[in-house]
C-alpha cells in the first residue's frame, strides 16, 4: 500500500482497520491513568509528566481516528456527517437516560441554591457545549466539530475561516488550560469568566476536537507523500515528543494550573503519531477480537468516571490516604468487567439494547 492515497485504501481490506481499533482500546486506558492521577503515589513531577502530561495524547488520537472513518469512508458530505451525528446522539442518549438521575444531581441540584434559572441554564449550557455526564464533552465536541468543517466545501473563503477558527480557539483552549496567568486580572479574566458562564470550559469543548477535524479532512483528500514531514515521520515523532515534554515540564514550572488538559504541542505530536501508526498495515490479531476491543474502548472512557467515583469512595473507607496506582488498577479491572459483561450480554436478544452502550 506504499506511495496510495488513504482515500484509494480498499474499505474490504479489514486488516488495515486493525490499528485503529487498537489504538482506541490502548488511548481509553490511557484516560483511565489521567483521571485517576495513576502515578501520584509514585511522586507528582511523575504523575505530571506522564498522566497529566503525556497522556493527553490519547483525546487527539480519539478524534483523529473518528473522523479520519467519518471522512474515508463516507466523506464530508451533509447525508455523511448527519449519519455521523446520528450515530452519536444514539449513544449519548443511552447513557443521558441510564444516568439522568446522577446528571440531575451534578448539574442541576447542586447549583440550585444559585437560583433554579442558573442551575437551569448550567445544565443546558453543559448539554450543548461540555457535558452532561462526565465526559460526555467528547460526544458534544465531535458533532459539533463535524458540523464546523462541513464549511470547508463552500469554497477557499470557507476553508480559510474554518482554519482561523480551529487554530485560534485551540490557541485560547490551550491559555486557559495551562496558561491562565496570562490572562491577567483584567479583562482577559473577565471575559474569560463570561465565556465560562455561557459556554464552560473551553479545553473540554469543540475547539479541542475542531482542528483535528480539520487536519483529517485535509489528510484523508490528499496523498499522504504530500503530508507534511511524512518523509521524516519517525525522527519527527521523536522530536515533537521531547519538545511536547518540554512544554509539560515549563508550564508546570512557570504556571502549575490545575487544568492540564490541552497543551499547544499536542497538536504536532498527534499528528506525528498518528502518520507512523497510519503506515501498520497488517497485525496478527483476529478481526473479532479487534472488534471487541472497539466496544471496550467506548465503554471504558464513559464508564471510568463512575467506577472511579465508586472505588475511590470504597478505599477511602478503609484507607486514609488512597494509592493511585491501586486505584488505577482496581477502575481498570472493574471497567474490563463491565465492557466485557455488556458485550456478552448485547449478543443476547433479550439484552440486545445494550448494544447502544457502544
Not at 469543540?206 to 499522504?224: G, H, S
Not at 484507607?319 to 482496581?330: A, I, P
Amino acid at each position: 500500500m506504499e506511495n496510495v492515497p488513504v482515500n484509494q485504501i480498499s474499505l474490504k481490506n479489514q486488516e488495515y482497520f486493525k490499528v485503529w481499533d487498537i489504538t482506541k482500546f490502548i488511548m481509553s486506558i490511557v484516560v483511565v491513568s489521567i483521571h485517576t492521577n495513576a502515578l501520584y503515589s509514585l511522586g507528582n513531577i511523575l504523575n505530571r509528566i506522564i498522566c497529566q502530561g503525556l497522556s493527553r495524547i490519547a483525546v487527539p488520537l480519539f478524534f483523529m481516528v473518528s473522523a479520519y472513518f467519518l471522512y474515508y469512508k463516507k466523506g464530508n458530505s451533509f447525508i455523511s456527517v448527519k449519519n455521523f451525528i446520528l450515530r452519536i446522539l444514539k449513544l449519548y442518549i443511552f447513557y443521558f437516560i441510564l444516568f439522568f438521575p446522577y446528571i440531575f444531581y451534578i448539574r442541576i441540584w447542586k447549583y440550585k441554591s444559585n437560583g433554579w434559572g442558573y442551575a437551569l441554564w448550567n445544565f443546558i449550557s453543559g448539554l450543548l457545549f461540555s457535558s452532561s455526564f462526565p465526559g460526555s464533552w467528547y460526544l458534544n465536541a465531535m458533532i459539533i466539530a463535524s458540523l464546523f468543517c462541513l464549511l470547508v466545501n463552500k469554497g477557499k473563503t470557507a476553508r480559510i475561516f474554518v482554519v482561523i477558527l480551529s487554530v485560534s480557539g485551540y490557541i485560547f483552549s490551550c491559555i486557559t488550560s495551562n496558561y491562565q496567568a496570562l490572562l491577567g486580572s483584567g479583562g482577559g479574566k473577565t471575559i474569560y469568566e463570561i465565556y465560562l458562564t455561557l459556554f464552560k470550559e473551553p479545553f473540554n469543548s469543540f475547539w479541542i476536537a475542531l482542528p483535528y477535524f480539520c487536519m483529517m479532512y485535509y489528510m484523508v483528500k490528499t496523498n499522504k507523500q504530500s503530508w507534511p514531514f511524512y518523509k521524516k515521520r519517525k525522527i519527527g515523532a521523536f522530536i515533537s515528543l521531547v519538545l511536547l515534554i518540554i512544554e509539560i515540564v515549563f508550564a508546570y514550572k512557570f504556571f502549575n494550573n490545575i487544568n492540564t488538559d490541552c497543551y499547544i504541542m499536542l497538536l504536532l505530536t498527534a499528528y506525528m503519531i498518528f502518520i507512523n501508526l497510519n503506515e501498520i498495515h497488517s497485525l496478527k490479531i483476529n478481526l473479532n477480537i479487534c472488534a471487541s476491543l472497539r466496544k471496550l474502548s467506548t465503554i471504558i472512557y464513559i464508564w471510568q468516571f463512575e467506577w472511579i467515583f465508586i472505588i475511590r469512595n470504597i478505599l477511602e473507607l478503609f484507607f486514609d490516604t488512597v494509592n493511585s496506582v491501586v486505584l488505577f488498577f482496581l477502575v481498570l479491572f472493574a471497567l474490563l468487567v463491565t465492557g466485557v459483561a455488556i458485550i456478552i450480554l448485547s449478543e443476547n436478544k433479550k439484552w440486545k439494547w445494550l448494544n447502544n452502550a457502544y
